[in-house]
């Protein structure tokens, strides 16, 4: 299966970050290109970026100019399409400017007040706007400490899903990445078993949509990311994903086998 490699920038890049993005596109596309030559059933890596929004635009059409195959997500969306909301992005903005995916409900969203019934909504509004969503579920140390990740990634879970179930809206697909508070930029990862019961139950929580690949992400390097590759779908990864040559040898461990 192929893996989803997502790197999610936060807040860091300006528009001179262009070369790191440039270098990017050239090592996925030679991965890809020994893949194809190589005629394995390596089926490698899916590549998304998710740089701040206001470079979004330009990587877009970098990417285009290239013919590159490294797809685009925002980091977050209003549930609505536009209006007075001083300081959002609408998902019919990031689809505008060239985002294919973006994540919904991460840590540090929420940390900024956002609520299980917004992401709801706007896993609605990208849905709506074609953006295939990346949504992030992870318990904090406290949760962790008493036993209660299960039931957290459920809560979260039923949650975020809550209106898509309601209105019956069939998803192509869904990305969810499993994403630990605690280990999000700390250096601490849990267990490699943790994780593999973490996507278990999250897996089971969202038996009833076809499409979805479970990912991890928290701290991921590429020290650490073979192990972690082999019990998930994919990695969502935040600080090593702003160094190219990190990146690539993360993306370099799912052609492995070519
Ligand atoms: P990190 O961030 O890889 O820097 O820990 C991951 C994330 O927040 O998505």
Known sequence: MTKEIIGNWKMNGLLSCEATFCEIMSGYAEYDSLSASADSDCEGARLTICPPSTL???FSSLARERD???LLGGQ???HAAEGSFTGDISAS???DCGAHRTLLGHAERRASGENDGMI???LLAALHSGLTPILCVGEDM???SSGRTRIRLEEQLAGALLLVREMGISMPSLLIAYEPLWAIGSGELPSVDEISQALE???ASVYDFSEVSVLYGGSVTSKNA?????CSDGLLIGKASLDSDELLSIVGLCYDSV
């Open 56 to 58: 979004l635009y330009r």
């Open 120 to 122: 709801s909504r706007q």
């Open 226 to 230: 073979a192990a972690i590759l082999d």
């Open 76 to 78: 977050s969306c209003h």
């Open 68 to 70: 590159s195959r490294v």
């Open 142 to 144: 406290d949760e962790r």
């Open 201 to 203: 139950c999250i897996m």
């Open 93 to 95: 903005m990031l689809h």
